[in-house]
């Protein structure tokens, strides 16, 4: 007997808005209304503008190459430490002295990137689950080993607890299982992925589910069951959500990358009505953790990215939507300096790409290959709590609300120049 | 302690979900006949003797290697059975706990050496955490998950050393790269059978000299690697924090681990006086409803409430523990009250299929299908919304399916 749940794949292009070969053809035959099937829709009331502003937070996972985004294809120290690896003049956008962006980002350049170097943390780990830990957390500095311990709160979890009005939907991940950045202690947050699997399995699982949640989850939010009660408060909210998914973009052509088609799932989701706030866009499968093969990974990896970026910034632009949303890539760490048998061990300071409302170009401090730490890694310019303080800034939540002082007390500072106020 | 009749089961229920993969229908009724409290019920589980390891046949016997999947499926199977029965008691949590603790994939290591770690893990689960680890870190299964097969130590991998003791031992903060390093080459040369006579250390592999680990400078092998790792403080506070996550919950008072490790530490690494004391103490009585359920749990308990066999392993994986499957070399996250898992889990629920037959027509039928999930002095929300289901007519079906996605039964 073969697996009758969608893969992943298939419920990523029915939350763009694609055919998922299992019978389900358009919009989003998510039941409702007496129980009815209904017809295949017709497009929900279109093209709703945001009035607030709306970050898509997208997770490079594995440890993206920061070299490789933004390269110092001139320097000798480059090209003798990326012999096979290294990218060359004819393979970057040449941005001047020295430094190009690695030509793969090309179409999104078009539509406007910021390279935003010298990421990371200036007490740096080189392993994922702590530096993922980290990032997700959203404090720099070396957490206290928690065996089995979940994290208090994550930092899209807390932007969202600032920014959500009432019971609405405040922040979603197209994650399956939990986004334990998108963890929050009042706000509204959900991970879509399993919802999504479930009901476009089985369309009328969606109101059964709320049938059985109306009756259990509702009620005083105290005692044992309360975490539990309150963790199943979003779900009918992102049942409407997914109910009322307008149709697919006809202005733009999304690649049929995964990347391409979570994007065009986020395009559906930013536009249909909803609290959603803040949106995590993880790309763990696709693995930036290229311990071998990295040319060939990577090339790839950042193929699917460039053309699925520039898509999606298209498509805000055509909605009017381009001043509202902001984009923004994260990755737990960048790679080493030097190659080994093709590939790059794990490493720290890393380059991050922004789009929208931003002033396109380079940004932060370009790394120094000169200067590396005992690991051979290179040395951050700046604690990523920066780079997060600038997000949060741009939403107008205060980064004192979601981020730790450190040691001295000071809060972190958002990065200048970056965003268009 | 005075209770209600009530009060009592709940408190059997409290033992029953800490010492058992229940409780199962009828489990809590029959403990308190049998026992007559939950105080005495927890001392009988404390003093169970262990039964012994049984091989299933379909392992044992010659094996096929194409059939890898059936010989997969037919491991889990076997064991969620046995934890699913009525016989699996405290050494079996025990079992379960080295087991997830010790992350070993059958998507990496072969079914066979998977079910021989299992035998180890029998062994020592309620014996010696030292000894434990000694037998891991040269087990065939662990070496093939964790790239420790054919390895020399002139060219190491460095995944085993690392994750021995960032994952099994001690937890980050503890040990410096070169140490990492230095396990590794001490770690490495074995070869593990492909035709399952297990792991072998080939003599000109192995370490020429010695090395300097954690300070010491006569560390040569996987023993004394083990060995040099046992002397560090941090050992005992890192193991006990999470055993007392399991069996009590996550807010222990940081002056009774800091006791429970300097016993832990100083007995030499004996388990059982430690989970003992755990179980005898106050801040288990306490903890009712103190941490999640975790999936295995979870899938144990539903098994015998809705009185299934099998379950499709493809359901499972979201929003259970598949044994030999964990989600990464760090295990199975504790994130089982995220609501994409506590949904899943209901449109599951929704899905299998649930007799009639379960539950009596008449009487109280909403509480006979809360006491059939081993529910007992639910919360008011939770007895109304069964309540007014029961009131509705609803079928014996929708009555269980309702109790399962009760919030309660997502707690243990």
Redesign the interface.
């Known amino acids: 007997?073969t697996?009758p749940?969608p893969t992943r794949r298939q419920v990523l292009q029915w939350l763009a808005g694609g055919a998922a070969g299992i019978g389900l053809v358009g919009g989003c035959a998510v039941r409702r209304e007496g129980g009815q099937p209904e017809p295949d829709p017709a497009p929900v009331a279109p093209s709703k503008v945001p009035t607030h502003r709306t970050l898509v937070l997208i997770e490079l996972g594995g440890g993206n190459d920061g070299l490789s985004t933004l390269v110092p294809f001139e320097d000798g120290r480059y090209l003798d430490a990326r012999p096979t690896l290294g990218l060359g003049p004819d393979e970057v956008v040449d941005l001047g002295d020295g430094w190009g962006l690695n030509h793969r980002l090309e179409a999104a350049w078009a539509t406007g990137l910021a390279a935003v170097c010298g990421v990371g943390s200036s007490t740096p780990?080189?392993?994922h689950?702590?530096m993922l830990d980290r990032w997700y957390r959203g404090t720099p500095r070396?957490l206290l080993?928690?065996?089995?311990?979940?994290l208090a709160s994550g930092f899209l979890g807390r932007v969202a607890d600032a920014l959500a009005q009432g019971q609405e939907l405040a922040g979603a991940s197209l994650?399956?299982?939990?986004a334990?950045i998108l963890r929050s202690t009042q706000a509204q947050t959900?991970?879509?992925?399993?919802?999504a699997?479930?009901v476009l399995l089985?369309p009328e699982?969606g109101d059964?589910?709320e049938d059985?949640?109306a009756?259990?989850?509702?009620?005083?939010r105290s005692?044992?069951?309360e975490?539990?009660?309150r963790?199943?408060a979003?779900?009918g909210g992102l049942l409407e959500v997914l109910r009322q998914l307008p149709e697919a973009s006809t202005a733009v052509t999304y690649p049929d990358s995964d990347i391409g088609l979570q994007l065009a799932a986020a395009s559906r989701i930013l536009r249909a009505p909803s609290g959603i706030r803040v949106l995590h866009v993880p790309q763990t499968v696709s693995d930036y953790d290229t311990h071998g093969s990295h040319r060939q990974v990577h090339d790839s990896l950042f193929d699917e990215l460039g053309v699925a970026l520039a898509a999606f910034q298209q498509d805000l632009d055509h909605n009017g939507m381009a001043d509202q949303v902001l984009i923004a890539t994260t990755s737990e760490f960048g790679r080493r300096v030097v190659e080994a048998s093709g590939g790059l061990d794990h490493g720290t300071s890393s380059t991050m790409l922004m789009s929208g409302p931003i002033t396109a170009g380079i940004h932060g401090e370009l790394p120094d290959l000169a200067d590396l730490d005992g690991?051979g890694n290179l040395r951050s310019a700046f604690d990523f709590d920066r780079y997060y303080a600038t997000l949060a800034a741009w939403l107008d939540v205060d980064p004192a609300q979601v981020l730790e002082p450190d040691a001295s007390g000071t809060v972190p500072e958002p990065l200048p120049g970056i965003l268009r106020t | 302690m005075l209770r209600t009749a009530e009060g009592e089961r709940a408190a059997v229920a409290h033992v029953l979900r800490r010492t058992t993969f229940g409780p199962f229908p009828g489990s809590v009724e029959r403990a308190l006949d049998e026992h007559g409290s939950a105080a005495s019920l927890l001392e009988a589980q404390i003093a169970a003797p262990l039964d012994p390891f049984e091989a299933p046949l379909t392992i044992d016997q010659p094996f096929d290697p194409t059939n890898t999947a059936i010989v997969n499926d037919e491991l889990v199977e076997q064991w969620l059975a046995r934890l699913s029965s009525d016989a699996a008691g405290l050494h079996d949590k025990l079992m379960w706990f080295w087991h997830a603790h010790f992350t070993t994939s059958f998507m990496k290591a072969h079914a066979i050496y998977c079910w021989r770690q299992l035998r180890s893990v029998h062994e020592h689960a309620l014996g010696n955490f030292h000894e434990l680890t000694r037998a891991i870190a040269s087990d065939a299964a662990m070496l093939q998950y964790l790239d420790g097969d054919d390895t020399k130590a002139t060219q190491p991998n460095e995944n085993l050393a690392r994750e021995l003791l960032e994952l099994y031992t001690t937890g980050r903060g503890h040990y410096t790269e070169d140490d990492v390093r230095a396990a590794a080459r001490a770690l490495a040369g074995w070869v593990v059978s492909p035709e399952f006579n297990g792991a072998e250390r080939i003599g000109s592999w192995t370490l020429a000299e010695p090395v300097t680990f954690l300070g010491e400078s006569k560390v040569h092998d996987p023993d004394s690697i083990v060995d040099r790792i046992m002397g560090l403080d941090a050992v005992a506070p890192f193991i006990v924090s999470k055993l007392a996550r399991s069996f009590i919950g996550p807010r222990v008072d940081a002056a009774q681990l800091a006791a429970w490790s300097n016993s832990f530490r100083s007995s030499g690494y004996e388990i059982r006086p430690l989970v003992e004391a755990m179980l005898r103490s106050e801040a288990f009585d306490g903890a009712r409803y103190a941490r999640p359920r975790t999936g295995i749990e979870w899938l144990c308990t539903l098994r015998r409430v809705v009185d299934h066999n099998r379950m499709e392993m493809w359901d499972l994986i979201p929003i259970a523990q598949v044994p030999y499957a964990p989600l990464s070399v760090a295990g199975w996250p504790d994130t089982w009250l995220s609501n994409s898992i506590l949904f899943a889990r209901i449109a599951f629920i929704e899905r299998i299929e649930v007799s009639d037959d379960l539950i009596p027509e008449s009487g109280d039928r909403a509480r006979a299908a809360l006491e059939r999930c081993g529910l007992f002095a639910t919360s008011s929300e939770t007895i109304d919304a069964l309540g007014a289901l029961a009131e509705r007519g609803a079928s014996g079906a929708e009555l269980v399916r309702a109790a399962l996605a009760a919030p309660e039964f997502a707690l243990s």
Do not use: Y
């Open positions: 007997m697996d749940h780990d080189l392993s689950f702590e070396a080993a928690q065996p089995g311990g979940a994650q399956f299982g939990e334990p959900v991970g879509l992925g399993d919802v699997a479930n089985d699982i059964r589910v059985r949640l009756l259990l989850a509702s009620g005083a005692g044992p069951t975490e539990a009660r963790q199943l979003p779900i690991n």
